[in-house]
């Protein structure tokens, strides 16, 4: 090979983490974040009780999944993948709106039940994130929150907190 033949070669091939530098902790930040989130709900589902293989307590599957996390992080702390990062763009942020917008759901679902939260979850994700139509995400978002409702406090017998509203039909139903 001639000399410059090599120098193209060498080129032509970037070097590692060559994006990395000295920005390489900013990538390190979320998989660290995620392992102590993994480590606090392996802590968390252990209170919970495991119970036995033949009678699961209720932090056995918390278990499994918050380990399975961890591991995935760590993973990701010791051997980084720089080129798997998407660039941060204001579609980006749309992601803390999403995470937000759970936190209200829980502390709405707890303090008044399923049906108003989940509607407003539904319509929040299908007309803002979904960017649907009035018309469409009003829709799917009533029969979500039926559908769901149905499914699992009347079907499946899933204890829910006091609702407003279906504790208001069924008075005003007799049941």
């Known amino acids: ?7 193209a070669v060498q080129v032509a091939e970037p070097a590692p983490f060559a ?28 209170r919970l009780g495991l119970g036995e293989l033949t009678n699961p307590g209720p932090g ?3 278990l499994v999944v ?4 961890s591991i995935s992080a760590a993973i990701l702390i010791v051997i980084p993948d720089i080129e798997a990062y998407e660039k941060w763009t204001r579609r980006t942020t749309l992601l803390v709106g999403g995470v ?5 759901f829980i502390l709405l679902f707890t303090a008044i039940g399923f049906v108003v939260p989940a509607f407003l979850l539904l319509l929040l994700w299908l ?3 979904g960017e649907e139509s009035w018309r469409l995400a009003l829709t ?18 899933v204890p829910f907190p006091d609702d ?12």
């Open 66 to 69: 918050s380990i399975a996390v």
């Open 100 to 104: 937000l917008s759970l936190v209200v």
């Open 140 to 157: 799917l978002a009533g029969g979500g929150t039926a559908v769901f409702y149905v499914g699992f406090a009347v079907l499946l017998g």
């Open 19 to 46: 994006t990395a530098g000295r920005y390489q902790g900013r990538f390190r930040l979320v998989p660290v974040v995620l392992l102590a989130t993994g480590v606090a709900a392996v802590i968390g589902s252990w």
């Open 164 to 175: 407003i509203v279906a504790g208001t039909i069924t008075r005003l139903i007799g049941m």
């Open 127 to 129: 007309r803002v994130f």
């Open 1 to 7: 090979m001639s000399e410059d033949t090599l120098e």
């Open 60 to 62: 056995l599957w918390p």
